[in-house]
C-alpha cells in the first residue's frame, strides 16, 4: 500500500518566488503571511495549502512569457486567438 503525500513539493513557498516574476511577489508574500498567520487556527489550514497551490499555478502561468498577450487577449474578448476547450480538454462538451 502506498501513501498519498501530505504536500506537492512544488507548493513550497521558496519553490513558487523562484518561479514567480518579480512584480508578483509582494502580492504573493503578503497572502501568504496572512494565509500563515491563519493557519495557527487547525481549521484553516487547508486555506494556506489551497493558497500555495493557486499560487504555483499563477506562477506557472506568470512566468510565462505568452502570459501578458493571451491575458490581454482574454481582456479584450479575441476569442479568435484561443482554442476551444472542446478542442483540447477531452469530455468537455459532456460537462456542459
Do not use: C, K
Request: no cysteine.
Amino acid at each position: 500500500m502506498t501513501a498519498e503525500p501530505l504536500h506537492d513539493a512544488r507548493d513550497d513557498p521558496a519553490e513558487i518566488l523562484r518561479i514567480l516574476p518579480e512584480m508578483w511577489h509582494e502580492q504573493f508574500l503578503s497572502e501568504y503571511h496572512r494565509a500563515l498567520d491563519a493557519a495557527h487556527e487547525v481549521w484553516r489550514f487547508h486555506q494556506l495549502r489551497d493558497l500555495l497551490h493557486v499560487w504555483r499555478l499563477r506562477a506557472a502561468a506568470f512566468s510565462n512569457p505568452d502570459f501578458e498577450s493571451a491575458a490581454q487577449a482574454a481582456r479584450e474578448r479575441r476569442s479568435e486567438e484561443f482554442v476551444p476547450a472542446e478542442n483540447v480538454i477531452p469530455g468537455w462538451s459532456e460537462r456542459l
